[in-house]
């Protein structure tokens, strides 16, 4: 089920024209709760997809681009098993992931972390911290994103030299061999 956004804003909360927001996949057993999150982070600037377990969250991250997962700890298949599955995808490893905990749970926020989560909120948590939280994120994977893509054309560049230098070796040995072999006949003509 895909939420568009109705209020565009900059990602971050703040007002502002975006002409293709970020889209969050919220992931939440409880319908209504998934209704509120879902509303609130709309109203933050996003786009929203929505699955109610592991399972299905893997089906739409393979389905749509998504920006950020946000998933309760608890969801049908574990919030930190999803993680877990995220990580261990090519595609979909640098994907932010934030999830859901409760205030007494936090052995629940270790595993989280333990299974590579970027953030955990804890709840009760005000939805503007959220989706600052959210806006935060996405901005930190698009800087990993440009740094991979910088390192890219970097050793595309670093190969490309050593290539040249390479080729520049083979014809100075070449020069040099002919500077030899002109030596030795020069020499040979002048005794």
């Known amino acids: 089920m895909d939420l568009s956004g109705a209020a565009m804003t900059d990602g971050q909360g703040s007002p502002g024209a975006v002409a293709n927001p970020a889209r969050v996949l919220v992931v939440q057993p409880n319908r209504n709760y998934l209704g509120v999150l879902s509303r609130r982070i709309s109203e933050g600037g996003y786009r929203v997809a929505t699955a109610d377990g592991t399972q299905t969250a893997m089906a739409e991250l393979n389905r749509i681009p998504v920006d950020c997962v946000l998933a309760d700890l608890y969801v049908p298949g574990g919030g930190a098993e999803l993680v877990a599955m995220i990580r261990d995808d090519a595609m979909l490893r640098d994907l932010p992931v934030i999830l859901i905990a409760g205030r007494s749970d936090s052995q629940a926020a270790v595993r989280a972390f333990a299974a590579g989560a970027d953030g955990v909120v804890i709840k009760p948590f005000h939805f503007e911290v959220l989706v600052a939280r959210i806006g ?14 910088d390192n890219a054309t970097l050793d595309a560049r670093v190969v490309s030299r050593a290539i040249e230098l390479g080729e520049m070796k083979e014809r100075w040995l070449a020069s040099e061999a002919e500077r030899r072999r002109l030596e030795g006949i020069v020499g040979k003509a002048a005794s």
């Open 136 to 149: 935060r994120e996405i901005e930190r994977a698009k800087g990993v994103a440009e740094l991979r893509g």
